[in-house]
């Protein structure tokens, strides 16, 4: 089984709706990452959790909200969703400064 | 800020030939990480490598291999005796530990597209 899932893998959704992704982890690390890719892009960070009670903003995060529920689930939030959030969201773990980033398999999502 | 820049966008390279990935990346820290990720049409972002700054050898992992010249601030990667598995996006990644104060998280490029010709 896979350390890290994401749900859906595809999503389709109209302008104005609210989506949430979803992130699990069974790897036991405490740091949890959104990112968000666009076409001819590298990864672009939207949010990160060091635990539950602590989230940062990352250098995009405008338009999202994200939920850590527990150390192995981080949700990432669209309120409203809008065209131009059309791409292909990761979710990530680590464990520490040092530690490599391991990442799920992706959610594309399409916003019409 | 960091960043991180990869100047070719696509690479091409026949089978069983060797291939060298080119990355610079800007940073005023002493101390970080280095990373290539592989990215193939499942979309699944795969860690190729690492190399720890302070670290003067260059990590290998098999067919893989980096050139890190920490003064130039760069972080290429070779591959050799390429395989049609391979072919995908490759991204380098920069990573400073979060105790200098900054955002946690990785810093991309923005890939190079590798095709591997039979």
């Known amino acids: 089984d896979a350390d890290v899932t994401q749900t859906p893998r595809n999503r389709i959704t109209k302008t104005g709706k609210r989506i949430m992704l979803e992130c699990s982890q069974t790897?036991?690390?405490?740091?949890m990452y959104w990112y968000r890719q666009d076409p001819g892009l590298g990864l672009q960070l939207i949010y990160y959790s060091f635990d539950v009670k602590d989230i940062n903003k990352g250098e995009i995060s405008d338009g999202y909200s994200v939920s850590r529920q527990a150390q192995a689930k981080f949700s990432l939030s669209l309120e409203s969703a809008i065209p131009n959030q059309t791409a292909l969201y990761f979710c990530?773990?680590?464990?520490?400064?040092?530690?490599?980033?391991?990442f799920g398999p992706g959610t594309r999502l399409t916003v019409l | 800020a960091q960043t991180v820049t990869q100047s070719q966008p696509e690479m091409s390279v026949q089978e069983a030939e060797t291939v060298t990935l080119s990355c610079t990346y800007d940073t005023s820290e002493s101390d970080y990480y280095l990373f290539w990720y592989k990215q193939p049409p499942s979309r699944q972002m795969i860690l190729v490598i690492r190399q720890e700054a302070y670290k003067q050898q260059n990590a290998t992992e098999n067919r893989f291999s980096v050139n890190f010249q920490k003064a130039a601030k760069s972080f290429s990667l070779k591959i050799s005796d390429s395989q049609l598995g391979d072919a995908a996006m490759y991204f380098c990644?920069?990573?400073?530990?979060?105790?200098?104060?900054?955002?946690?998280?990785?810093?991309f490029g923005k890939g190079t597209h590798l095709i591997i010709q039979p």
């Open positions: 990530a773990t680590s464990d520490n400064d040092w530690d490599t980033q391991y």
């Open positions: 790897k036991g690390h405490d740091r």
């Open positions: 990644a920069y990573r400073a530990p979060h105790s200098g104060g900054g955002a946690d998280g990785l810093t």
